[in-house]
Every structure is written in C-alpha cells, then in structure tokens.
C-alpha cells in the first residue's frame, strides 16, 4: 500500500506559477513510475504528466512546454511545476502511483492521493 499526500495548490492568476509536491509513504518510492492527473469540473479526468524512475517524463499536449515534473527519491516525492497557467488549467490535481507502466493511462496506476485544488483566475 502507497499513500500519497499532495500539497501547493492555491489560486493563481493567469501568467503565474504554482508548484505542486507529493510525498509517497513507501521507501520502494524510486520503483514506482509516478504521474500528475487533473479533473475540472465537469470534465473527466485527464493525464497531465509522468516520470518514469529513469527520470524520462511525458507531457499531455495542452501542458507541454509549461509544466514540468521531476521526482527525489530520497525524499519520496514527485513535483509539478507549473508556469504560464491558463484559466483552462483550473482543476483538482491528483499524483497517482504506478507499477505497470503508468504513462498516461489512469487505470495503470493503482495509488491516488487525495488532490489538490489549483484555480487559475482571468
């Protein structure tokens, strides 16, 4: 079992920046591919980004070139930079864990945090 605990949401207007952490429970942490997923309201949930333990990452298009993720094994955590944020990325964020490939399909990822709510004012 992983318990993930997202932290850094907050309101921010557009053109600014916001730094998203999650801190995993496990020390097996570095063997997990782990990734950033986003639900607005409204909206299904959608893959935000991944970082495989080799440090490859892979972004959705709509957040390329303005988020970027990175992970600390010895502190068991992932982050989320994100810079440059539109009113459109206003969602709840959620770090998710995997052990079967992760990328950007939901269903590999067998841990959820609870998320965090990020709002992107015009």
């Known amino acids: 079992q992983v318990q993930l605990v997202e932290s850094g949401g907050g309101l921010v207007q557009a053109g600014g920046s916001l730094s998203l952490s999650c801190v995993a429970s496990r020390r097996t942490f570095s063997n997990y591919v782990m990734g950033w997923f986003r639900q607005a309201p409204g909206k299904e949930r959608e893959f935000a980004a991944a970082?495989?333990?080799?440090?490859?990452?892979s972004y959705a298009e709509s957040v390329k070139g303005r988020f970027t993720i990175s992970r600390d094994n010895v502190k068991n955590t992932v982050y989320l930079q994100m810079n440059n944020l539109r009113p459109e990325d206003t969602a709840v964020y959620y770090c998710a864990a995997s052990t079967v490939g992760g990328g950007s399909v939901g269903n590999r990822y067998a841990y959820w945090g609870q998320g965090t709510q990020v709002t992107v004012s015009s």
């Open positions: 970082i495989w333990s080799s440090g490859s990452t």
